[in-house]
Nanobody, 127 residues
Framework: QLQLVESGGGLVQAGGSLRLSCAAS????????MGWFRQAPGKEREFVTA????????DYADSVKGRFTISRTDAKNTVYLQMNSLKPEDTAVYYC????????????????????WGQGTQVTVSS
């Protein structure tokens, strides 16, 4: 079983930046496709960004494209979400997700495609 722990959330003013971290443990980290999702009050959990286990392919939701960057450091079993130019509408609980894909280099953009989830970290962007 893989365990994911997010950190780095907090309160930031519009236009500011935050970097979220997702620490993974339990199984071979380099063979997991990873993703970030977020859930705002009254809304469904939505896709933010994803990366395949090789780190060669990434995808972003249109709402965050150009502002957010996903990266991974396999040696430290950590995936990052760098968030720049934050907007109030980015306010949400952000979740790290993973799915084991040792024989397929791919990324996933829907919640149903992920097997493991972190507890979430709150990001609040003030106006």
């Amino acid at each position: 079983q893989l365990q994911l722990v997010e950190s780095g959330g907090g309160l930031v003013q519009a236009g500011g930046s935050l970097r979220l971290s997702c620490a993974a443990s339990g199984r071979t980290f380099s063979m997991y496709a990873m993703g970030w999702f977020r859930q705002a009050p009254g809304k469904e959990r939505e896709f933010v960004t994803a990366i395949d286990w090789s780190g060669g392919s990434r995808d972003y939701a249109d709402s965050v494209k150009g502002r957010f960057t996903i990266s991974r450091t396999d040696a430290k079993n950590t995936v990052y979400l760098q968030m720049n130019s934050l907007k109030p509408e980015d306010t949400a609980v952000y979740y790290c997700a993973a799915t084991y894909t040792p024989n397929s280099i791919n990324y996933y953009t829907t919640t149903d495609e992920y097997d493991y989830w972190g507890q979430g970290t709150q990001v609040t962007v003030s106006s």
